[in-house]
């Protein structure tokens, strides 16, 4: 048996340690830092976005508003251009959670998440793509392509995420360019 958020706090609250971040060339922050007191725990989990499929905007949203879409799946852009080159997320088209997914659509994922590292790369200049899955904030189903550009191993690893906010928005015709060439990489 694991130890309960309530163990874990009761363990942890009063130790926590200050990695040692100014060695780290990716850690975006410099100054003087101080560590957030650990909360105790909530009494239970809080509700994502669109649970059970209620309200749930991803299912909601038209094919239009998305780059790709097939059958099953549909890839789309942020709603605005961030900091990095591109950054598209891949969700299911009928609102799953990753352990509900049925064996045929687990099965369609690898293939699909190759093919879609390969279409951002096509952007050009990507040292990296990021492919992440949290799904904290939304419960459908929603997979991250986080594109870190090449030669700045500053932005490498999982800072990239928020290097992603730190960094300047991309300008709207250059934003819309990086999209329009993973659609096209997408459909041909
Ligand atoms: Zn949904």
Not at 6 to 32: D, H, I, N, Q, S
Not at 84 to 108: F, N
Request: proline share 10%.
């Amino acid at each position: 048996m694991g130890e309960t958020p309530e163990e874990l706090y009761a363990r942890a609250a009063g130790r926590l340690r200050m990695p040692p971040v100014r060695e780290w060339e990716t850690f975006p922050f410099e100054g003087k830092l101080r560590i957030r007191p650990l909360e105790p725990p909530v009494a239970w989990e809080h509700p994502r976005l669109g649970e059970g499929g209620v309200a749930c905007g991803r299912c909601a949203r038209p094919d239009d508003a998305y780059l790709w879409a097939d059958e099953h799946w549909r890839l789309g852009p942020l709603a605005e251009p961030t900091g990095l080159p591109v950054v598209v997320i891949l969700e299911s088209r009928e609102h799953y959670d990753l352990a509900d997914l049925p064996d045929e659509r687990a099965r369609e994922l690898g293939p699909l998440l190759l093919r879609i590292e390969r279409a951002v790369r096509t952007v050009g200049d990507v040292g990296r793509v990021h492919v992440c899955r949290w799904g904290d904030g939304s419960e459908h189903l929603h997979w991250w392509f986080m594109a870190r550009p090449a030669r700045l191993p500053q932005l490498s690893g999982s800072f990239a995420a928020i290097w992603d906010d730190i960094l300047p928005p991309l300008p709207d015709d250059l934003w819309r360019a990086n999209l329009a060439a993973v659609a096209a990489a997408m459909t041909c």
